[in-house]
């Protein structure tokens, strides 16, 4: 199954989507301390933790654009999203309608190979059931607006910037959390567009692993 033309992605062998993984893996753990065990009380944290979705976005739409098997990396983020639901709601005590991020990458995701499967038309039914997740269908819709950022044609290029420009405000919703995100995603698209040859493995599974388990730690905590 190949990429729709436009929409491919070309990998280098130092991959910078693992540093910046990491980053955004330690930005978010920063953010959810602050929510869990501080009840908001840093500012400066809650900014820090902007950066970490923006990230997870571009690898999403990155993941969703390299895969050759589709089923398999919805079903990791499928399984990584149901694990992690339960600690969620008890580190950030919010209600049982409300889903976790990984909810809403596998939106995305899902939309973006519903396109490389040649049915567009269920791309927009994909982001739906984001409107009870975290970051909303803002959040969803804003993983395939990054892969046409990823692409090679320009035209696709500008659809995708002006889509992520648009959905901006309905993700950050201050000023400066606005700057952090935009300014992550510029980051992104730079060390995503480098080409090279093929990329070495990496620690792919880390995050599926890491989200789930530090929402569990921070849990404990909060109830000891």
């Given amino acids: 199954m190949r990429p729709k033309p436009g929409i491919t992605i070309t990998a280098s062998r130092f991959d910078p989507l693992d540093a910046l993984k990491l980053l955004a893996l330690a930005a978010m753990t920063v953010d959810h301390v602050n929510a ?40 990791r983020l499928l399984l990584c999203a149901l694990i992690s639901q339960p600690p969620f709601w008890l580190t950030l005590a919010i209600d049982g309608w409300h889903l976790n991020t990984v909810f809403t990458l596998l939106l995305g995701v899902a939309a973006v190979l519903a396109w490389r499967m040649d049915r567009p038309w269920l791309a927009p039914l994909a982001l739906l059931p984001a409107l009870i997740c975290d970051y909303g269908w803002a959040g969803a819709a804003a993983v395939p607006a990054a892969a046409l950022l990823l692409g090679n044609d320009w035209r ?25 995100g935009l300014a992550t995603c510029g980051a992104m698209l730079l060390a995503l567009s480098r080409a090279g040859p093929p990329p070495s493995p990496s620690p792919r599974y880390g995050f599926y692993v890491y989200y789930p388990l530090h929402l569990a730690v921070l849990a404990l905590i909060k109830y000891l």
Avoid: D, N, Q
């Fill in 36 to 75: 869990a065990l501080l009840a908001r009380a840093s500012e400066s944290m809650t900014l820090i933790g902007r950066i970490a979705f923006p990230v997870f976005v571009f690898a999403a739409a990155a993941g969703a654009l390299r895969t050759h098997a589709p089923r398999r990396y919805l079903s």
């Fill in 156 to 180: 696709w290029r500008l659809l995708g910037g002006c889509a992520l420009t648009a959905l901006s405000p309905l993700l950050w919703l201050t000023p400066a959390h606005l700057i952090v």
